[in-house]
């Protein structure tokens, strides 16, 4: 597995947390092939309010729970790798915001004490 360090592409993809794939969270379906690609990482992180391009805000407060909340997929690695994996994102991303920026990493560790 590539282990960037320096100069990388960080993805960050903005979806809801009820979009599917095939009966399966999109979140999930796109952690999984960025997995299988063999990028360095990805993230889901589950926002507490937001809107998108529907324009209806979904927020977590007690009064108006909401059953879509905003999630983001962060994804980093090497620009070469991140760009080659776009057309997946092509695939999975209908109703959503792909967003692409340059990044420096400063540190890349796993948890098997490679650190």
Excluded: K, N
């Amino acid at each position: 597995m590539t282990r960037p360090t320096g100069s990388a592409l960080r993805v960050t993809v903005f979806i809801g947390e009820g979009d599917t794939w095939h009966h399966r969270p999109l979140y999930s379906e796109i952690v999984h092939r960025a997995h299988r690609a063999g990028l360095a990482g990805a993230s889901v992180f589950r926002g507490v309010e937001g809107f998108g391009a529907s324009s209806l805000v979904h927020t977590a407060r007690l009064l108006s729970l909401s059953e879509d909340l905003p999630v983001a997929v962060v994804i980093v690695d090497t620009e070469e790798r991140v760009r080659a994996f776009l057309p997946e994102l092509d695939e999975l991303v209908g109703d959503g915001l792909v967003v692409l920026d340059q990044c420096q990493v400063l540190r890349y560790a796993g948890g098997r004490g490679d650190a």
